[in-house]
């Protein structure tokens, strides 16, 4: 079973940058990738994704202000995250969409205005 483990969050003010990380514990080399987050009340939701291949997708809210980026050899996905506005507070999660492992515990992000 691959663990991850999800790091880089903080507080920040609005405008303000931040770089999450994703490591696992295994081989991720071969699986689709994504960065999810869940505010309080709401939802968990996909917010990038990136396949094996490179070609990845964002929600539309992220979009022109996220990248998603992976290191195969190092099994680490990465998330700068800029521009951030306080709808962006949530803890960020790490998993692989086509079978998902056991959650890590998140990092958590709160923006300030």
């Known amino acids: 079973q691959v663990q991850l483990v999800e790091s880089g969050g903080g507080l920040v003010q609005a405008g303000g940058s931040l770089s999450l990380s994703c490591a696992a514990s295994?081989?991720?080399?071969?699986?689709?990738m994504g960065w999810y987050r869940q505010a309080p009340g709401k939802q968990r939701e996909l917010v990038a994704r990136?396949?094996?291949?490179?070609?990845?997708n964002y929600a539309d809210s992220v979009k022109g202000r996220f990248i998603i980026s992976r290191d195969n050899t190092k099994n680490t996905v990465s998330l700068q995250m800029n521009s951030l506005k306080p709808e962006d507070t949530a803890v960020y999660y790490c998993?692989?969409?086509?079978?998902?492992?056991?959650w890590g515990q998140g990092t958590l992000v709160t923006v300030s205005s």
């Open positions: 998993n692989t969409p086509t079978t998902f492992y056991a």
């Open positions: 990136i396949t094996p291949g490179g070609t990845i």
């Open positions: 295994g081989s991720i080399g071969t699986k689709i």
